[in-house]
Nanobody
Framework: QVQLVESGGGLVQAGGSLRLSCAASEIIFSIYHMAWHRQAPGKQRELVAA???????NYADSVKGRATISRDNAKNTVYLQMNSLKPEDTAVYYCAAKYGLKVYWGQGTQVTVSS
């Protein structure tokens, strides 16, 4: 059974940093495109950052310059480093693994940024 397990969320003050991790199991991790999405209360889930199997990266405009996505295929893990956090970054952050029509989601990790 495919599992994506996020970790690293928490409460942080504005201007602080967090590093989120997502460990995948039961998939051939290296062939999957990986992404981080987030969903704030009352809002739609949105893409934060994505990294393809070949390493191409894109970011949402709202986090450009503050976020870094990376992957370690040897560890089946994708990371999201978030710096200069803002209260509007408060959301549940979800990891996603995508290959063709297959999409798997993690359970999410809460990030709360206090002002």
């Amino acid at each position: 059974q495919v599992q994506l397990v996020e970790s690293g969320g928490g409460l942080v003050q504005a201007g602080g940093s967090l590093r989120l991790s997502c460990a995948a199991s039961e998939i051939i991790f290296s062939i999957y495109h990986m992404a981080w999405h987030r969903q704030a209360p009352g809002k739609q889930r949105e893409l934060v950052a994505a990294i393809t199997s070949s390493g191409s990266i894109n970011y949402a405009d709202s986090v450009k310059g503050r976020a870094t996505i990376s992957r370690d295929n040897a560890k089946n893990t994708v990371y999201l480093q978030m710096n200069s956090l803002k209260p509007e970054d408060t959301a549940v952050y979800y990891c996603a693994a995508k290959y063709g029509l297959k999409v798997y989601w993690g359970q999410g990790t809460q990030v709360t940024v206090s002002s």
